[in-house]
T-cell receptor, first 112, second 113 residues
Framework: DTGVSQDPRHKITKRGQNVTFRCDPI?????LYWYRQTLGQGPEFLTY????????KSRLLSDRFSAERPKGSFSTLEIQRTEQGDSAMYLC??????????FGPGTRLTVL | GEDVEQSLFLSVREGDSSVINCTYT??????LYWYKQEPGAGLQLLTY?????DMKQDQRLTVLLNKKDKHLSLRIADTQTGDSAIYFC?????????????FGIGTKLQVIP
């Protein structure tokens, strides 16, 4: 399977805990994007990387959120001190340059 | 800012054609997309169209773009129960140096056997 993969697929955590998600993009894609999707809504852009550089961050990305792509391949998204409002599906997508973005299956986060 | 609007729900009978409509506001859109999302899954790219095209056909899917009215539609011929899903219209604008994709709220397609 050469598509975008995400791990874990589901995460249940208690409020105040830290969580980390991983995304592995399509291997030849140099751009990687994170989106958040809440119930009944379309995905909303959070941030994107070109290779290892984080070039754009949405205002939705509060100080509790941090994303990395240390070697320009996989990426991690960490949420510190989770809140119930962080419950959502976190989607990763990748593309080659400005070409079409291909999405992974998502990580569903539930904060109790 | 950019905005993409879609109707929330569409119900069709199996074998009929489905038409899902979308309007957008960003006149500098370069690509327009249709994605499909099944319950609990990520988004699957169905098709896309460049902003300088009027129509694109791909098997059972036909995309029509009216750039003047900023209206995009997706027609699914011979709709099957497996087509039941949420369909997202999206537009992207590369003017900021990357393809910022803005999604609509999604249209839930229900196919009645």
């Amino acid at each position: 399977d050469t598509g975008v993969s995400q791990d874990p697929r589901h995460k249940i955590t208690k409020r105040g805990q830290n969580v980390t998600f991983r995304c592995d993009p399509i291997s030849e894609h140099n751009r990687l994007y994170w989106y958040r999707q809440t119930l009944g809504q379309g995905p909303e852009f959070l941030t994107y990387f070109q290779n290892e550089a984080q070039l754009e961050k949405s205002r939705l990305l509060s100080d509790r959120f941090s994303a990395e792509r240390p070697k320009g391949s996989f990426s991690t998204l960490e949420i510190q001190r989770t809140e119930q409002g962080d419950s959502a599906m976190y989607l990763c997508a990748s593309s080659f340059q400005t070409d079409t973005q291909y999405f992974g299956p998502g990580t569903r986060l539930t904060v109790l | 800012g950019e905005d993409v609007e879609q109707s929330l729900f569409l119900s069709v009978r199996e074998g009929d054609s489905s038409v899902i409509n979308c309007t957008y506001t960003d006149s500098s859109s370069t690509y327009l997309y249709w994605y499909k999302q099944e319950p609990g899954a990520g988004l699957q790219l169905l098709t896309y169209i460049f902003s300088n095209m009027d129509m694109k056909q791909d098997q059972r899917l036909t995309v029509l773009l009216n750039k003047k009215d900023k209206h995009l539609s997706l027609r699914i011929a011979d709709t099957q129960t497996g087509d039941s899903a949420i369909y997202f219209c999206a537009e992207s604008d590369g003017s900021g140096g990357y393809q910022k994709v803005t999604f609509g709220i999604g249209t839930k397609l229900q196919v009645i056997p």
